[in-house]
């Protein structure tokens, strides 16, 4: 790469350089004996799992990736972030699971970089575990089932007579509000508000099928938009869905489910997106002394609009901040600036009427670091 100075260096160098010819003790130090700095492109995945109920990072989980080759990497008993180094662009399927919990996937996209200036790039992605449930037996003769949640009410399940033919152990989950722990999870154009594991996979008659009875506390629904319980298919990117029947007060909502599998709880709102786009690149650090290195945070915060502010007061919590920590050198006689940018993600939003509110921008845990390297060894020989 080219050898890039800082202006505010230039003057420094101007007044070495007379000094040379007046200072005994001074010499030209000629070429370096050290390799011109090459920062090469790296991509690192940096994954961290959590406790969906109270957000406490989770010990003695376990991840496996597969990686965009079609080769899988297990990793065991893993404590704080995982970070995998090296990673080649593609998409990779990662699970994480622990004991106890259910077990979450993500599809990460590791982008190409294109732009020469890039010396890494990192793809964050937080996991939420939920806690598995408990087990009740549902009986031929029809079962009223009561699911632990965060609601200021249960969640209840009624098995009509005959939806089963014997006895058997169910086990539903209460899946926690992604936004509460700072996630806004889209899956199909919709933001999810909760949602319930179910297992073993039932399928039910159309006349017995059993209802799910759910607390409602958005208000969006509460001044008249719809609520849907749905599954979504990843490979099709499509919902099957059933729009709920409400109470007086809208603050229940009832779905007669036709199988079990992962449901979820959305409203009519969608978040379309629209493209992609990149943060200006931004100073963060540089090195204190010559040969020392540099650390880092960048932090990247983008100010609510109108539309934003509305979401949120309907019940959409929407992160608008990321940051990312990176580390380079220490290069013997180099000193180093750091700079970085995130991935931004444009939506149009539409309300459940289906008329469009608008454009917001929300920023990704996808990040881009630059480094800019400039020869700084100690002219008065000093190491």
Known sequence: MKNKINSRFLALFFLAGALLFGLNQCKNVGPSDWPEPTPTVTSQLKLTVFDSDNGSTLQGYNIKVILPDGTSKDFTNESGTLNIDETMEGTYIVTASKDGYLAENEVIEVEKVIEENVSAVI?????????????SVVTPQGTVLTVENNLEQSTTIEFPYGSIANDQNVVVSFIQPPYKNGDLKILGERVIINGYDFSPDLTFAENLRPTIHIPINVKSVTDGAPIFFGTFDAETNTWEQ??????ESRTVASFEMPHFSPWYTFTGYRLVKTGTSWSPWTYVTESETCSAGACGTFLYYVA???????????????????KDTRCIGPHYQWSQVLYARCQLYNYSVYDYTGQLLGNIQIPMKKFQWMVDEWYCHDQGGGK
């Open 123 to 135: 793809t964050q992605q937080d996991f939420y575990l939920n806690k598995r449930g408990n087990a």
């Open 242 to 247: 059933i729009e709920g029947t409400l109470n």
């Open 304 to 322: 609510p609009s109108v539309l934003i502010n509305e979401l949120i007061s309907l019940g959409y919590n929407i992160n608008l901040k990321v």
